[in-house]
């Protein structure tokens, strides 16, 4: 028996107004398809806006996308970003997934 796995990692950035990035960031494999949109404003990089949809994970705590990836707006990025989203996102009750698709 031949067993098959593909995962596929999409990270995307536009700009979206002449002081707002938008990033864009998609993962899709056999058993996981989610998707992350963030703002980002200029020159500080503070997350202003942020969207993420889960359309199967084997997490169920991914199920409530919506409500944890709020918890990043109005982090800054730069020093510190890696633990801070950790602390908000990962962790027992969070979503793997989406921090990682956060920190890309």
């Known amino acids: 028996m031949t067993l098959s796995f593909m995962r596929n990692k999409v990270v995307q950035v536009e700009p979206y107004s002449e002081n707002t990035l938008a990033v864009?960031?998609?993962l899709v494999d056999n058993l996981t398809e989610a998707e992350i949109q963030i703002k980002v404003r200029l020159p500080d990089l503070e997350?202003?806006?942020?969207?993420?949809?889960?359309v199967r994970s084997p997490h169920p705590?991914?199920?409530?996308?919506?409500?944890?990836?709020?918890?990043v707006v109005g982090v800054r990025v730069g020093p510190g970003l890696r633990k801070i989203v950790q602390d908000l996102m990962g962790g027992i009750s969070g979503c793997p997934e989406f921090a990682e698709?956060?920190?890309?």
Do not use: D, F, N
């Open 47 to 54: 997350i202003i806006a942020a969207q993420a949809r889960t």
């Open 101 to 104: 698709g956060v920190l890309y």
């Open 61 to 71: 705590e991914c199920s409530s996308a919506p409500e944890l990836i709020q918890k």
């Open 24 to 26: 864009s960031w998609r």
